[in-house]
């Protein structure tokens, strides 16, 4: 038997960086979205717990028994291993939660075989602030370091989407450092389009003076019919939403023919 799992590629619809704490991580205010698309997880029970990395971005990964997928399953206690095979389809350090969506996957693998802890928040979180979102994949506010969830009501469920990316990969320790540590105020109340349309993203500009090919990025996506375009996390990968698929799909094939060298994903909101 072969259990399959999406890690569903993340976009912060907002970001809102609101202060640098003292233990070195940051107070956000965010709105964490998931795209029906990303990497792939394929696992049979084994013997031993096994890793096996496949796909376009699979180099990306320079010690795959070291990733957040071999530390989640590490995280988790069972009776059986896990044998599985990931296929990365997403950019490491893009700004998507690659490996946390990867990790948030090998959660959900071992919860259809096992369930999961009652603490299994807490695990997760130990492994990065994106992992508790990605475990259930699901639209939610993202408090504190991003690990404190409140649900909010999914007006966004299929909207179409277009990712972009350089194949440029950013730290995103290092756009956090270069963050200017103004508070430009709260994330905006509302809906979850009303949050999407007024909230912004706090890294866009330190991530642009690390990366100016974001820029270009943003522009364009901005030449056809999106009603939101936006860069995600830490960058660098950009996202634009549209009203109809065929919109989307539109620009996505205008932008290939143009960029062709760029990274690019189509789908769906969750």
């Given at each position: 038997m072969t259990l399959t799992e999406i890690a569903?590629?993340?976009?912060?619809?907002?970001?809102?960086?609101?202060?640098?704490?003292?233990?070195?991580?940051h107070d956000l205010e965010t709105l964490f979205a998931f795209v029906d698309a990303g990497d792939t997880l394929s696992a049979r029970i084994a013997d031993e717990d096994r890793l096996t990395t496949v796909g376009?971005?699979?180099?990306g990964i320079e010690n795959p028994f070291d990733n957040l997928v071999a530390k989640a399953l590490g995280a988790l206690s069972r009776p059986q291993g896990l044998d599985i095979t990931l296929e990365k389809n997403l950019p490491?350090?893009?700004?998507?939660?690659?490996?946390?969506?990867?990790?948030?996957?090998a959660f959900r693998i071992v919860e259809r075989l096992h369930g999961l802890p009652d603490d299994w928040p807490e695990r997760a979180a130990k492994l990065g602030a994106d992992v508790p979102s990605c475990v259930?994949?699901?639209?939610?506010?993202?408090?504190?370091?991003?690990?404190?969830l409140k649900p909010?009501?999914?007006?966004?469920?299929g909207a179409p989407v277009l990712l972009l990316n350089p194949r440029i990969t950013l730290s995103t320790a290092a756009v956090f450092k270069a963050w200017d540590m103004r508070d430009r105020g709260p994330?905006?109340?509302?809906?979850?389009?009303?949050?999407a349309e007024d909230g912004r993203n706090d890294l866009l500009a330190p991530a642009i003076a690390q990366c100016a090919?974001?820029?270009?990025?943003?522009?364009?996506?901005?030449?056809?019919?999106a009603w939101k375009v936006e860069m995600s996390g830490s960058?660098?990968?950009?996202?634009?939403?549209?009203?109809?698929?065929?919109?989307?799909?539109?620009?996505?094939?205008?932008?290939?023919?143009e960029r062709p060298e760029w990274w690019q994903m189509s789908g769906n909101l969750r």
């Open positions: 569903y590629a993340k976009i912060n619809l907002a970001l809102h960086v609101r202060s640098r704490r003292e233990d070195g991580y376009e971005f699979a180099d490491v350090a893009a700004g998507m939660g690659g490996g946390s969506a990867d990790a948030g996957a259930r994949s699901e639209m939610a506010i993202g408090y504190g370091t991003g690990t404190e909010i009501e999914n007006d966004l469920e994330l905006p109340a509302g809906t979850a389009r009303e949050i090919q974001i820029a270009e990025v943003l522009d364009e996506l901005r030449h056809d019919s960058g660098a990968t950009c996202f634009a939403l549209y009203s109809t698929t065929s919109a989307r799909d539109d620009a996505a094939r205008r932008i290939a023919s």
